[in-house]
């Protein structure tokens, strides 16, 4: 079973819009990382946010914010007031330091984002 | 700064060529991941390796290897290049020893195998 799932592969908006970025993931831990990078077309992901299981509260940076909530296994990433600059593929990612890959990070497979102007 | 870098950005080798890609981290960093990127797949975790010589496989290793001598350094090694390894390949590091810490990711290698 896929353990992170983005089921928008694309989404296009146009400048000034808000756009949300689903992600929803599965895990047995009661202890887990949950990770956005965001991987403009340079090609190097960039690290966002990294949020554990114990903190509910959601977050927020600028014109990006993240809605954490475990009762629906969900970590949103919402980018208000969008910007040509935004478009890059958004990766979400678990960690569970528990398991016997603690180290690894399982990755969703991607959402598109493009901002057109 | 923080920096994971990658021998080439651009790679094309012929089916059965031995191929070499090479990451390097100045962090001091103790785990180092190898990735392969493919539409659609996202980031599938090929090896990763916790400690100088010690390597350990992840879902994808089939038809590679890696090889850790140095901390900083960590090769991916593809033995005999097929058509379906074309891809992009991703170095990342990280400090941890118990999880739960952000990857820090290279710029990334296309490599074509025709």
């Known amino acids: 079973a896929q353990k992170v799932t983005q089921a928008q592969t694309e989404i296009s908006v146009v400048e000034k819009e808000d756009v949300t970025l689903d992600c929803v993931y599965e895990t047995r831990d009661t202890t887990y990382y949950l990770f956005w990078y965001k991987q403009p077309p340079s090609g190097e992901l960039v690290f966002l946010i990294r949020r554990n299981s114990f903190d509910e509260q959601n977050e927020i940076s600028g014109r990006y914010s993240w809605n954490f909530q475990k009762s629906t296994s969900s970590f949103n990433f919402t980018i208000t007031a969008s910007q040509v600059v935004d478009s890059a593929v958004y990766f979400c990612?678990?960690?569970?330091?528990?398991?016997?890959?603690?180290?690894?990070?399982?990755f969703g497979s991607g959402t598109q984002l493009t901002v057109l102007p | 700064d923080v920096k994971v870098t990658q021998s080439s950005r651009y790679l094309v080798k012929r089916t059965g060529e031995k191929v070499f890609l090479e990451c390097v981290q100045d962090?001091?960093?103790?785990?180092m991941f190898w990735y392969r990127q493919d539409p659609g797949l996202g980031l599938r975790l090929i090896y990763f390796?916790?400690?100088?010589?010690?390597?350990e496989k992840g879902d994808i290793p089939e038809g590679y290897s890696v090889s850790r001598e140095k901390k900083e350094r960590f090769s991916l090694i593809l033995e005999s290049a097929s058509t379906n390894q074309t891809s992009m390949y991703l170095c990342?590091?990280?400090?941890?020893?118990?999880?739960?810490?952000?990857?820090?990711f290279g710029p990334g290698t296309r490599l074509t195998v025709l």
């Open positions: 962090m001091d960093h103790e785990n």
């Open positions: 990612a678990l960690s569970e330091p528990s398991s016997g890959s603690a180290r690894q990070l399982t």
């Open positions: 390796s916790y400690d100088v010589k010690m390597k």
């Open positions: 990342a590091s990280s400090p941890g020893f118990t999880g739960g810490d952000e990857q820090f």
